[in-house]
Each structure stands twice: as structure tokens, then as C-alpha cells.
């Protein structure tokens, strides 16, 4: 009889599939918290594991003496070991095309609030004696204005679709499709040193590196007073860069919903910035989103087990047992 570790809440619908599986002949441990020494004691009977934002390290796997799929339960999985799933035979599947939409909408969001300054005009309507900076003049209008956007896959694709409704100017820089072509229609930033002089508004949607793709040279060749966004991953735009360049007003607002440490620590100098526009990893996290994230994570696991997995989700094809 099979069983599947589920590491982290699910959303109801996720829940009621569960409650389901023991009928079709499969154990389930449900482990809501999210955490790696939460689920880590029940790793050694798990024939496959769903799993949230939190890290699964090579420690843990080599614990797991029967797991043959490991399901994410979103598009990342740089908190995964892949190195030793793969020296495992040990497959890593991802539920595609759920989320994009969501993080996309969550991307806009952060310009706009950005360009509308939406944390300093809250403010100066809750506190008394506020009320005059709206004198100021400090809000931008983004119709008209520079969208680059870093990474130009499915989210970085409805972004454009959704900021052309705006009116603005849009290209992408994504070095993997310099290599695979260019869909119809997008205009390509060849370099990051063409793009990032050009752009009033950053859109950051690529993957973490062994190094932040943003940084203080990075920064540095940026507009003045530009609005960067982030919904990729933490470490992707250095922090350290970043909060000087706020401190300085070269970047003039930023939106961040992924932190090097999440969450951030309660002294981390980002906090205390009125144009940063802060959100605790929420992107994908839409209520709709979170529903398709849980149904498609647990059929993953489920359909990989069965050898039904459709095997575009499998990250690692040529080292997993399917």
C-alpha cells in the first residue's frame, strides 16, 4: 500500500483528495506545519512526498529509503537538493501552469503601488498633520513609461499582456530565450546592460543563480528614482544593493514579495522603508491558486506512482523512475 507524505496546509480541496486516497488504496501523513524537522520523521515510509516552500535537504533524503517522486507544491524548487534526487533515481515534479496568472496580477500590483507611492499615501491620510504631502507630487503615471522584464516565461508573458493595458513601452531580457527563440511579438533586451539603462519599471521573474542577478553594478546602471519589482526568489536582487540604492532614492520604490530569509528579521533595514511595498511570499497565493496548487501537487504524486504522470512536469526526466 502506498503512502504520501504531505508536508505543509493544503487548501480544502487539496484536503478533501486526501480523505479519498485511503479508499484507493493509499496511507496518507498529513503534516500541516512547514517545516523540514516536521515531516522529516515520517520521510522513511513515504513512497512520495508533496511538499511546500520548505527545504528538502540531502540529510532528509537519504532517510527515505522507499521515495521515488517528490511533488512541489508550487514552480520553484531551489529549496530542493535536485543533485541528490537525481544521484537517487528519485523524481521531482511540479504542477506546471497554475500559478502564473496569480503572480503575474501580484507583479502589476507592486508597480503600481510603486509608481502611486500607494505606502506614503496611506500614511498621510492615517496621520494627523500628513495630509500635505500630496503637494509633493511624488506619484508617477506608468502609461507611456519603460517596462523591462527579467525572465519571459509564462508569468513574464501575461505581465506584458497586463502592462500593455496600461500602456507601456515592454521589453524582455531572458538569456534562455536568446538560445530556444523569441515568441512572436515580444521585443528583446539583449543584454541586461541595454535593458536596464532603457527601464523606468523592473520586473525581476528568473530563477535564483549562485549569484543575485541584481547587484550593485546592476543597480548601478539603473535609471534614477526606477521602480524594481520581485515575485521570483529571494537572492535573486541583492538586499545589501538594494537598501543602499533605496537609502540613496536611486531606486525610487520597490516591491518585494520573496526576502533572503523568509521571513525577513525583524531588523532587516528593508522594513523600514515607506516606498518598499512588502508581502510575505504571497504571489502565488491567491485563494484560486492556492486550490489549483494543492489538486495538481497531489495528482502529480498520485499520477506519478500510477505511471500516469504527464511527464513535461517532471523536472529531471533522464534521473527519476518513470
Known amino acids: 500500500m502506498p503512502n504520501l507524505l504531505v508536508a505543509g496546509k493544503m487548501h480544502p480541496s487539496g484536503e478533501a483528495i486526501l480523505r479519498e486516497l485511503p479508499a ?51 514552480v520553484g524548487y531551489d529549496s530542493v537538493d535536485l543533485a541528490e534526487l537525481n544521484r537517487r533515481r528519485i523524481a521531482l515534479t511540479i504542477v506546471g501552469d497554475v500559478n502564473s496568472v496569480s503572480v503575474a496580477e501580484h507583479a502589476i500590483m507592486q508597480l503600481l503601488a510603486g509608481a502611486k507611492r500607494a505606502i506614503l499615501a496611506d500614511r498621510s491620510v492615517r496621520e494627523p498633520g500628513q495630509w500635505g504631502w500630496r503637494n509633493k507630487l511624488e506619484q508617477q503615471e506608468v502609461s507611456g513609461k519603460n517596462l523591462l522584464i527579467l525572465g519571459y516565461g509564462r508569468i513574464g508573458r501575461h505581465l506584458a499582456r497586463m502592462a500593455s493595458g496600461f500602456g507601456m513601452q515592454i521589453r524582455a531580457y531572458d538569456p534562455y530565450l536568446q538560445q530556444s527563440g ?29 549569484t543575485p542577478a541584481i547587484g550593485e ?29 533605496l537609502v540613496s532614492g536611486h531606486i525610487g520604490a520597490v516591491g518585494l514579495d520573496v526576502f533572503d530569509d523568509e521571513p525577513p528579521a525583524s531588523d532587516s533595514p528593508l522594513l523600514a522603508h515607506p516606498n518598499a511595498i512588502l508581502s510575505p511570499h504571497i504571489a502565488g497565493l491567491t485563494a484560486e491558486c492556492g486550490e489549483r496548487m494543492a489538486i495538481a501537487a497531489i495528482q502529480n504524486a498520485v499520477n506519478f506512482l500510477a505511471g500516469t504522470i504527464d511527464r513535461t512536469l517532471i523536472v529531471n526526466p533522464d534521473h527519476a523512475y518513470a
Open 24 to 74: 484507493h488504496g493509499y496511507t496518507v501523513n498529513y503534516i500541516e506545519e512547514v517545516s523540514e524537522a516536521s515531516y522529516a520523521p515520517f520521510i522513511d515510509v513515504a513512497d512520495a512526498i508533496v511538499i511546500r516552500t520548505q527545504p528538502l535537504s540531502a540529510a532528509t533524503i537519504s532517510k527515505a529509503e522507499r521515495l521515488k517522486v517528490v511533488s512541489r507544491h508550487g
Open 182 to 210: 523569441w515568441p512572436d511579438g515580444a521585443v528583446e533586451a539583449t543584454s541586461l546592460e541595454e535593458g536596464l539603462p532603457w527601464a523606468d519599471y523592473i520586473s525581476v521573474h528568473i530563477p535564483k543563480g549562485a
Open 217 to 245: 553594478a546592476e543597480i548601478a546602471a539603473m535609471k534614477r528614482g526606477v521602480v524594481l519589482a520581485n515575485t521570483a526568489r529571494g537572492g535573486v536582487v541583492c538586499e545589501r544593493a538594494l537598501n543602499d540604492a
